[in-house]
């Protein structure tokens, strides 16, 4: 119970640090970089989109600062404004007259990117001809107001830097910048009265609301970029004189520089781009409608609470850790698919950090949990089974998942069957306390089995006293070999009872006798039982063989280890025998010849420790 709150409060943390409320926290802050960073992928996803008519860049790139690499002295002389155009500045009375041309032709505004808050370095003239010239367009010319931020001294002042010429309203050029230098809004109103509360009327709206102040909004306008630089329309400002007939008819122009040997590049999601650049985007944000909007607070807060709440009843549903990752996985591939379709659609940012980063730490602290858990789980229950089948059957089991360790059936093989059992045990039994008997039958088994370990046999079970082993099943490592390994593990079994027998004898109990039968054979292999409880044995005749040799060990004392011929037949010269004659088993169909087992000529090859 504990592990589940605390994976429900580390999927509720972003969500609380996503509200408005949280947004100057340090983790806050944190949030909504990841924020930015995933909305200039999506710009890289969306790609370049066709840019609007609206509005028109008369650009002072950087053919129009070098006309005189481009024209000759004779073409420039028939122009009034290429004479003019020299390096930069440019006198203010030619940036006017690139203005009063654009309204003449009938442009429904002009944009003058291009601070004018010192008088011109060409004298007063000049200003007054800028002044003359704009006038009669007064109400339809916006020129740009700065905006500084200056720190001296532990204090902070910000200024305003107003254009020295009375024409219209002038517009604030300032944009706000993510942390790694990105324009990527316009101010809303409520930086717009925060930040200028200060300074005395009149107060310059935002330049890019200026087409549009009903457009002004209490949260920031992000800009929605249409492409890299040059996306935009755009006309060189030397090449005003040639433009075609209405170009200018109820546009809106921006007036500023292009050239980037004049600084103002702006960093945007397609790289740099001039700040007259940003200002169009911005400006046609605006006109279009189409600039990045957050959703309301109220709205906001709602969609980050539905979205914990199904997210906890989601993750909380699968039991294992691989299901809860992989719901995980959907939810913020999810959110990340619905952040990106209303960015795309709808011009919505969604708080996308909150969306990915809710189930990502949630999900991912119970997916801990559930693995951990699970971890235990499986450790135990391999050391619960490894106690109650053979570490062989376990370990293929483990190394081999396939429908045979589940369902019920088998398959046709050859093996080498051992069985063992104690002789004369039923009356030691009868006298003995219920724990003093398990305790003994518990270290006999103890010797047992671990014989038939060694030598990678298959403990199938215990039955009372007895003991049945295969060798070869589920995987052979071929018949001389499996033969050979029983062999070994049947004169193992026998020391191993000598050793028991004299620690017996310490405890003034009576010595243990038992009797061995191997053979050798086909049988069938596999899963018996039901489907609610199975078991991994052999059955088939050569089954029933092995067990009618154990028993026959009752009529020779002498020799507690009998084999089949068959079996001998497969090690010819390995082993010492001694022929005991043809028995007719039950069950069998004919005499079988039999044989005692007294040991291995020399010492035998040993087998590799793992099975092929």
């Keep these: 119970m504990k592990r589940a709150r605390v994976w429900w409060l580390a999927l509720v943390l972003p969500l609380v640090v996503a509200l408005p409320a949280c947004r100057d926290t340090p983790q806050g802050a944190a949030l909504a970089r990841f924020e930015r960073l995933a909305r200039g992928t999506f710009f890289r996803w969306r790609g370049p989109r066709p840019a609007p008519r609206d509005p028109l860049i008369l650009a002072i790139d950087s053919e129009s600062l070098r006309l005189a690499d ?226 309301p607070w109220a709205a906001e807060g709602l969609l980050l609470l539905l979205w914990g709440a199904g997210a906890v009843v989601l993750l909380g549903r699968p039991a294992a850790a691989l299901g809860t990752a992989a719901t995980a996985v959907a939810l913020m591939a999810t959110g990340l698919g619905l952040a990106y379709g209303l960015w795309l659609w709808a011009q919505l940012n969604l708080p996308l950090g909150a969306l990915l980063l809710a189930p990502l730490l949630g999900g991912g602290l119970r997916v801990a949990g559930q693995a951990r858990q699970e971890l235990h789980e499986r450790a135990y229950l391999h050391q619960v089974l490894a106690r109650r089948i053979s570490p062989t059957l376990l370990n293929d089991i483990l190394r081999n998942p396939a429908p045979i360790w589940n369902q019920a059936g088998g398959q046709r093989c050859r093996c080498v069957l051992l069985f063992s059992d104690l002789v004369d045990f039923t009356p030691l039994s009868a006298a003995l306390e219920p724990a003093e008997l398990f305790a003994l039958l518990n270290r006999y088994f103890e010797v047992m089995a671990e014989a038939v370990l060694a030598e990678q046999g298959l403990l199938d079970k215990f039955i009372g006293d007895a003991v049945m082993a295969e060798f070869g099943v589920p995987r052979s490592r071929g018949d001389q070999i499996e033969a050979r390994a029983a062999v070994r593990a049947a004169l193992a079994m026998h020391r191993g009872l000598s ?30 039982g039901s489907s609610q409880r199975l078991e991994y044995t052999v059955v088939g005749a050569s089954v029933n063989v092995a067990s009618r040799l154990e028993g026959l060990t009752r009529h020779y004392p002498q020799h507690p280890i009998l084999i089949s011929a068959e079996l001998l037949a497969l090690l010819p010269g390995e082993l010492e025998v001694e022929p005991l004659g043809a028995h007719q088993l039950k069950g069998w169909p004919e005499p079988l010849e039999v044989l005692a087992l007294l040991g291995l000529r020399g010492p035998a090859p040993r087998e590799p420790a793992e099975c092929p």
């Design 70 to 295: 481009l024209l000759g002295s004779d073409e420039r002389q028939a122009s009034p404004l290429w004479r003019r155009m020299a390096p930069w500045p440019w006198p203010r009375a030619l940036q006017a007259e690139l203005a009063a041309t654009a309204l003449r032709g009938g442009a429904r505004r002009v944009l003058v990117n291009i601070e004018y808050s010192q008088p011109s370095r060409y004298g007063p003239a000049d200003d007054a001809t800028a002044l003359a010239l704009l006038t009669p367009w007064r109400e339809r010319v916006h020129l740009a107001t700065g905006y500084t931020l200056e720190q001296g001294q532990g204090l902070e002042q910000t200024k305003l830097r107003r254009p020295v010429l009375d024409l219209g309203s002038p517009g604030l050029t300032t944009l706000l910048y993510a942390d790694d230098g990105v324009a990527e809004a316009v101010p809303g109103r409520l930086w717009w009265r925060e930040q200028l509360a200060g300074f005395a009327p009149p107060k310059p709206l935002p330049m890019a609301f200026l087409v549009r102040p009903d457009a002004l909004d209490e949260e920031p306008l992000g800009l929605n970029y249409r492409g890299p630089a040059g996306t935009l329309p755009a006309l060189p400002a030397w090449r005003i004189q040639q433009a075609p007939a209405g170009i200018w008819t109820g546009r809106t122009v921006v007036i500023g520089a292009t050239a980037a040997e004049l600084g103002d590049q702006q960093e945007t999601p397609y790289g740099p781009m001039s700040g007259s650049e940003v200002l169009a985007t911005a400006v046609g944000n605006v006109l279009e409608g189409d600039g990045l909007r957050s959703l």
């Design 499 to 528: 050793d028991l027998n004299q620690q017996l004898a310490l405890d003034n109990r009576p010595p243990l006798r038992h009797g061995i039968g191997l053979h050798v054979g086909e049988v069938i292999a596999g899963n018996l």
